[in-house]
């Protein structure tokens, strides 16, 4: 049997194999890659890092109408862009171009909340932006919902975490921090969070049933 290794390295040609009979592989580019730390939260709400153009495909399938982007905010000269939806509030720290071009393509509404400017990035989200935050996740009208933050843990695992306080959970900022990373203000936010302080969409139909079945 002829060594492989010893063979010249052609890229027109690849032996049939039994998975591909011949067939081309796919492009890399063409295979679905979720942005990192992605996942499904609850039914209409997913959760990640900052999605790159590679993520763009597979965040296509998913058809989302809101994007929550938790970066660092000014606190001063609220702006509106007509082509893209989006509530900069004087943004520091924009989401990157291709993730502004996919909300752009698909005409996504895009709600820009976070640490405010001069603030340290390892800061804890401050309990108006939770709330800010969890205004939108709460409401069907915004479904399908990605809530994402640079590395999609802390910032987003904050939020996400408020919302299992809603839901009676308080597992869940830790699974996506790991035990080394995990802040202890962030997880005392959490644990101290009051349920109360977040408005309900006026109209039940706009409340998720997943969230009734803890309310109730």
């Excluded at 492989?4 to 890399?28: E, F, I, Q, V």
Aim: charged share 20%.
């Amino acid at each position: 049997m002829p060594d492989l290794n010893s063979l010249p390295y052609s890229p027109h040609h690849r032996p049939a194999t039994a998975t591909t009979k011949g067939d081309p592989m796919p492009k890399p580019f063409n295979r679905f890659v979720p942005p990192i730390n992605f996942a499904h939260v609850e039914e209409g709400v997913y959760r990640s890092g900052q999605p790159s153009a590679i993520n763009i495909p597979f965040l296509e399938t998913l058809e989302l109408k809101t994007i929550v982007w938790l970066g660092t905010v000014a606190l001063s000269l609220s702006h509106i862009t007509d082509a893209l939806h989006i509530e900069l509030l004087g943004t520091v720290e924009e989401p990157n171009e291709a993730m502004l071009a996919f909300a752009d393509e698909n005409e996504l509404t895009m709600h820009h909340l976070g640490i405010a400017e001069g603030g340290n990035p390892w800061d804890p989200l401050t309990e108006q932006c939770v709330i800010d935050a969890l205004y939108h996740v709460i409401n069907t009208d915004n479904f399908p919902l990605l809530v994402c933050c640079g590395m999609g843990r802390h910032r987003t695992g904050t939020v996400i975490g408020c919302l299992r306080r809603l839901q009676g959970a308080l597992e869940e900022y830790r699974r996506f921090t790991g035990s080394r990373r995990s802040r202890v203000m962030n997880e005392l936010h959490i644990e101290a969070f009051q349920r109360e302080s977040v408005s309900l969409p006026p109209s039940r139909a706009s409340i998720p049933t997943w969230l009734w079945a803890a309310l109730e």
